[in-house]
């Protein structure tokens, strides 16, 4: 069983940054495909970004490519999430999760354990 701690989000004003942070306990998190969801009030939860076990390869949704960047320690078994040029539509309850798989998926039913998410706020 695997626990995942997200930390690290806030209130940020348009065009600021922030850095998720996203602690596992329980079993190492170097065989599993990690990634980030967001959940904004009324709206589905969408996917933001996967990285693979070793960190070389990762994969964005278009509306973050460029600002922002997921890696990884697994040394420290921990993911990250770096946003930077934050605008008010990434205003969202960020989740850090991961599946067991050959690459990542797009969908939040593809995932197989979830943390409880932080909330991220930018004002305009």
């Known amino acids: 069983q695997v626990q995942l701690v997200e930390s690290g989000g806030g209130l940020v004003q348009t065009g600021g940054s922030l850095r998720l942070s996203c602690a596992a306990s329980?079993?190492?998190?170097?065989?599993?495909?990690m990634g980030w969801f967001r959940q904004a009030p009324g709206k589905e939860r969408e996917f933001v970004a996967a990285?693979?076990?070793?960190?070389?390869?990762?994969y964005y949704t278009n509306s973050v490519k460029g600002r922002f960047t997921v890696s990884r320690d697994n040394a420290k078994n921990t993911v990250y999430l770096q946003m930077n040029s934050l605008k008010p539509e990434d205003t969202a309850v960020y989740y850090c999760?991961?599946?067991?798989?050959?690459?990542?998926?797009?969908?939040?039913?593809?995932?197989?354990?979830w943390g409880q998410g932080t909330q991220v706020t930018v004002s305009s």
């Open positions: 329980g079993r190492s998190l170097r065989n599993y495909i």
């Open positions: 990285i693979n076990w070793s960190g070389d390869s990762t």
């Open positions: 999760t991961g599946r067991i798989g050959s690459w990542y998926a797009n969908i939040a039913s593809g995932y197989d354990f």
